[in-house]
């Protein structure tokens, strides 16, 4: 893989999980209810638009590189190595958030979608493992998915190497009818992991649309644009496209300042992904009782900034501290930030992320993500 293809995949990452840190600030309006002043469309347009395609590009990407590394030949291999880099940071983000929420509702009253007073099994099921539902700490259902597309990626494989075309077809068939019922929770991941890995498997220049990087960038927010102007809430046509316009769209910026910086904030990422969703509650708890006298376009404007200032800043301790548990933490995702003294942690290679409020944010909606 080039350098300019993996600078790509960089950017993506980074820009795709900052917005899904957009995406979580609360408070989270549905299209229907969208106002018609200029930040109430404003808003929409990034929380019920463009972001809604962060799951999707981070999914074609990881699907890419699973086939592009031919593991879906090697299961064991693919099963060992997932484990470590998706399920190992489910477990270590997820489980501390359940002890943590069942705190919260016991002893200072807090109410959340999950009623962990309860002793129904199943609400316990799906708070610490989000077997058919969100998990607790909700923005990690993205990894919960890509657990469950890992289990079928040997038969994923099958189709791609031997019948591409028709083994799309039966994808889109089978998963945007539901017919998996809670395996994958969101259907559109699985068509647009397949996709990735079509793209791998055949063996397709990744940089061949290049030069209607232009042209992409415009369908893309001509299509954003449209959903909160007709108040569409079926998002799934742009979930499924938006892939294979922001890839081309990303060589128009991978060489500039700013994706230059993207590229290197990248090593923040999975860390970002994994840890906002508290900060996030947090926040728009603190935001209630100021709501006053601090504007909400400038709370929701700021969080997403402060947030993934702090997470900087944590992560850049962390590797100083104790960068054998982050790395730990993080499936050996963590590395240590230029500047920081070689002691302070090894340099491992930064994988790809295996990237409502209901849970715990009062004003998000993971269903949507």
Known sequence: MD???RQRFDLLRFVMIFGVVVLHTPQYVAIADVGNDGFSLFKAFFQNAMFRTTVPVLTFISGYLVFHANLDLAPKKLLLKKARSLLLPFLVFNLPMVAIAWLAVSFAGLKLSYDLTS???????NAVFGLTSAPINYPLNFLRDMMALVLITPLLGLLLRHMPFIGLAFCVAFFLNNLDGPFVLRDTMPIVFYMGGMVACCKWELRAWDEYAWPCLLVFLVLCAS?????NA??????????????????LFVQSRFGQWCVRMNKYSFFLFMAHAPVLVISWQLYQRVGDVVPYPM???????????LMV???RAGMKVMPGMLQFALGGRARRPAGL???AGQAMPVAAPAVTVA???????????
Request: proline share 10%.
């Open 341 to 343: 003294p070689a002691q």
């Open 359 to 369: 849970n715990m944010n009062p004003s998000a909606s993971t269903t949507n993500n």
């Open 299 to 309: 709370y929701w404007v700021a969080t997403p900034v402060l947030t993934t200032a």
């Open 119 to 125: 002793s129904d099994p199943m609400v316990w099921a």
């Open 3 to 5: 350098t300019n293809v």
């Open 313 to 315: 800043l944590l992560y």
């Open 234 to 251: 079926n998002t799934t046509l742009l979930r499924l496209v938006s892939p294979m316009l922001v890839w081309p769209a990303s060589a």
């Open 227 to 231: 959903i909160i102007y007709f108040r």
